[in-house]
């Protein structure tokens, strides 16, 4: 499988704790982005990464959140001290070196769910 | 950041008949790239079809086409002799010069057998 892979795609916290997850791009995307579904919503970016950069995280909340991508393995959104309204599903995308700004499509993952309990 | 309105939160549609999504967004950029996805029950989202704006030419994929309406700002999508299987949400995405995609809040659509 060529594509987008995320793990775990169900994960189940209790409030405090630490969330993680892991998105390895498609073979040859040097680009990841990571959205947020709320029930019944659309979804809403949340940060644009490099290889060892953060290009935008203008969607990412202010607290307890953050992402990385390393120049070795897969990109990782954590989030700290979970809420009950950090339940969502969180989608990770990928794009070819030449970014989104090309046009080209961005494929994305399965997507992992996470319910805080 | 662009706004992407899907006014239609439910569409049903009988099996082997067309069904139209409707989608309109608002932005002051002339080039830009429209698509629309598709999330089943199993929640993945699956690339349906995608338009560049600077092409008159409405894309077309199998069942799946468009109606790109670019000085209305429209983006419908129409699906042909409905399957069982094309029950899902749909999603009308824009990106513009950047890399964020816009999203609209889906149209549920469901197919009668």
Redesign the interface.
Known sequence: NAGVMQNPRHLVRRRGQEARLRCSPVKGHSHVYWYRQLPEEGLKFMVYLQKENIIDESGMPKERFSAEFPKEGPSILRIQQVVRGDSAAYFCASSPPEGGHSGNTIYFGEGSWLTVV | AQT?TQSQPEMSVQEAETVTLSCTYDTSESDY?L?W?KQPP????I?VI?Q?AYKQQNATENRFSVNFQKAAKSFSLKISDSQLGDAAMY?CAY?G??????????TTVTVRA
């Open positions: 992407v790239y698509f996805y199993s929640r993945q989202m690339l995608r560049e999603f990106k010069d950047d890399y964020k995609l816009s999203f609209g809040a889906g």
